[in-house]
């Protein structure tokens, strides 16, 4: 057997696969709904059923729907609800590791672990995402400088691939299929749960270095300077700045706070983790609430606001990792047209590039709302978005004229200067630009070939991209042992 597989029990022949109910689903940006079958699989065995079941528009999976464009879609085709699928299975505190349900959210896994002093070492910009999407993502944060991203840190997963077999993968076993299956958008099989390494902590809360950038090669310039003194580095970006005031932020970096750190208030329960949405956006919102006026607005009040240079303030984790999990249904106040985010990196070397497309989008009708600048260490899976360099991540409207035409000359500049677009967040992209921009795509089809070898495992995103294109395996390469 190429890749051991886990010792449990078979799904019994016999039985039903899982009702199937049409639902229209889209991302979080809420663009491109398509008609999708969903089952909500309460065990393994139901897995396996629903794979056995699936049908010539094949099956993917889906956690929280928190992707952005849509990859956990499946338009006619067979869509699995993870989201049953939960729990810790085994903690173990010595070791630092938790084994977890892939259905799991990394929600309920804080609010379990921080209270022991322990934390996920990768945490992204929203907490409401399960570990199998993660995982499928590869997932990033503010630390992936020096920690790298969310595979990095899983010890081992189990893999049900569509013919039903349970696959234990290791970053050392099977490094192939690891480095396929991270990262890999759920097109190699079903992640069923994964072992996580934890991170010891002291306190919930982050001590918090804060200054304003005047500009963004000042912004810059203070990153790539000092950004390896912090585990945490982001900044926000006014988006809306032009001219001199070009890429001006707000520059936010800090690290886990000791005890001693914190307000005489907060050492009496230092491990206190019980975030609660604050506010809600209804349904219904106009989509002129986040105009071009409105934008402006927002991104000038924000920089003002911010202090000139403040140091080791204690911020309360939630606040400083998931600002926006404190709005429920924000992605709402977009309007029923809903937004696209375009996130992109590029390799150290390449500042100009960055620099134009911001320049771009800051003379551009509707500038975005939430732009976000961050630096990257190496990535780790074959389709991996991360390399050694800077990401920015822009929130637009959906609905003016132009934005795609904008978007895909955005593609080309970011190919050009050797960089890639998030897959986790597109929902947009020409094909001919993903071939481009991940360099290692073939070789990721060769080792999914041998993992999923009848192409069951689809989605809208896998389609529009062909990433699952190519010649079906006839014979085994033994790919995925290498």
């Known amino acids: 057997m190429v890749v051991p597989a886990a010792k449990r029990p078979t799904v019994p022949e016999a039985a039903a696969a899982p009702a199937l109910t049409p639902r229209l689903l889209t991302g979080w940006g809420r663009t491109a709904a398509t008609l999708g079958y969903v089952s909500s699989p309460t065990s393994a065995q139901d897995v396996g059923r629903a794979l056995g079941a699936a049908g010539s528009r094949g099956v993917v999976a889906r956690g929280l729907g928190r992707s952005y464009g849509d990859p956990a879609q499946n338009a006619g085709g067979a869509v699995l609800d993870m989201t049953a699928l939960t729990g810790i299975h085994r903690l173990d505190l010595e070791g630092r590791t938790v084994t977890v349900a892939a259905g799991t959210s990394l929600d309920a896994l804080m609010r379990a672990l ?226 696209v985010q375009y996130q992109f990196v590029v390799p150290d070397g390449e500042e100009a590039a960055l620099r134009g497309i911001l320049e771009r989008l800051a003379g551009y009708g509707h500038a975005s709302f939430l732009t976000v600048l961050k630096r990257f260490g190496p990535g780790s899976g074959l389709l991996s978005f991360p390399i050694p360099g800077w990401t920015l991540a822009v929130d637009v409207p959906a609905r003016p004229a132009g934005l795609g035409p904008l978007l895909d000359s955005f593609d080309r500049r970011v190919a050009d200067a050797g960089g890639r677009v998030y897959l986790a967040k597109d929902g947009r992209m020409r094909p001919e630009a993903v071939s481009a921009m991940y360099p290692e795509l073939e070789r990721w089809r060769q080792i999914r070939a041998e993992l999923d070898p009848g192409g069951l495992m689809r989605s809208d995103q896998a389609r529009r991209l062909g990433l699952t294109d190519g010649p079906r395996l006839r014979a085994s390469t033994g790919a995925v042992s290498r």
């Open 114 to 339: 921080v209270p022991s002093g322990l934390l996920l070492p990768v945490m992204p910009g929203t907490r409401l995402v399960s570990v199998g999407g993660a995982i499928a993502a590869d997932v990033h944060g503010k630390n992936h400088h020096r920690d790298g991203g969310f595979a990095d840190h899983v010890t081992s997963m189990v893999l049900m691939v569509p013919d039903g077999r349970r696959l234990v993968l290791t970053p050392d076993g099977t490094p192939d299929a690891f480095r396929a299956t991270g990262g890999g958008m759920g097109l190699t099989g079903v992640i069923l749960e994964a072992t996580l390494r934890l991170l010891p902590i002291e306190t919930s809360w982050i001590s918090v270095d804060t200054e304003r950038a005047d500009d963004v090669d000042d912004l810059m310039e203070r990153m790539a300077g000092s950004d390896h003194r912090y585990r945490y580095s982001v900044a926000w970006v006014d988006g809306t700045a032009r001219r001199r005031g070009l890429g001006r932020a707000v520059l936010t970096r800090g690290d886990h706070a000791p005890i001693d750190a914190l307000p005489a208030s907060a050492r009496r329960d230092p491990l206190r983790f019980d975030p609660k949405p604050l506010v809600g956006v209804p349904a219904g919102v106009p989509g002129w609430l986040l105009g071009a006026m409105a934008t402006r607005a927002f991104n000038a009040g924000w920089y003002r606001k911010a202090p000139r240079e403040e140091h080791a303030r204690p911020r309360r984790m939630a606040s400083f990792f998931h600002p926006l999990d404190a709005v429920a249904n924000w992605n709402r106040l977009y309007g029923r047209r809903g937004f």
